[in-house]
């Protein structure tokens, strides 16, 4: 038996599963249908993910439950990867027919930001400064005129390297 359950000032939201798989969620504002008063906090809701559209504002998730949104999409909720407003646009007042190819073009445009955040990141840079930070937490400061770790992998300047390598 599954519930109707109806959110406001809810987002469409991109996000990938346990497995990797992309798939879309609504966040919103669940509204009490007898009205009663509750906090903010207690009426923040997620879905899990949506398996089917019924309607564009009629939405039943992979666990069964059934949702009705009501109002425009509320675009100030956050992605967890950069999406092309195109993308976000389609949402704007419901689930689109082809949602489910929108989650494609989404993992796309997911795998471009991951690809590129990788690459921003340089791992021999990363381990030099966890090295770094682990030689400074356990009290091994250099001493003054002693190479960094990175000088002994030939990474320091060249000036650094014939000063320290110089034994007259």
């Known amino acids: 038996r599954s519930s109707v359950k109806i959110l406001v000032r809810w987002n469409a939201r991109f996000k990938r599963s346990s497995k990797g798989e992309m798939g879309v969620i609504v966040e919103g504002f669940l509204v009490d249908p007898q009205g009663a008063s509750t906090t903010k906090a207690e009426m923040q809701w997620k879905t899990s993910f949506i398996q089917d559209r019924e309607t564009a504002t009629r939405l039943r998730t992979s666990s069964g439950s059934l949702y009705i949104l009501q109002g425009a999409c509320d675009p100030t909720c956050g992605q967890d990867w950069p999406l092309p407003g195109f993308i976000l646009k389609k949402f704007k007042t419901g689930f689109?027919?082809?949602?489910?190819?929108?989650?494609?073009?989404?993992?796309?445009?997911?795998?471009?930001?991951?690809?590129?955040?990788?690459?921003?990141?340089?791992?021999?840079?990363e381990e030099e400064e966890e090295e770094e930070e682990e030689e400074e937490a356990s009290g091994k400061k250099r001493k003054a005129g002693k190479p960094s770790t990175a000088a002994k992998r030939g990474k320091a300047p060249k000036e650094a390297k014939h000063a320290s390598g110089n034994t007259k």
């Open 96 to 125: 689109p027919t082809d949602f489910q190819d929108i989650i494609k073009v989404a993992d796309e445009e997911a795998n471009k930001a991951e690809a590129l955040a990788a690459l921003a990141s340089d791992p021999e840079d």
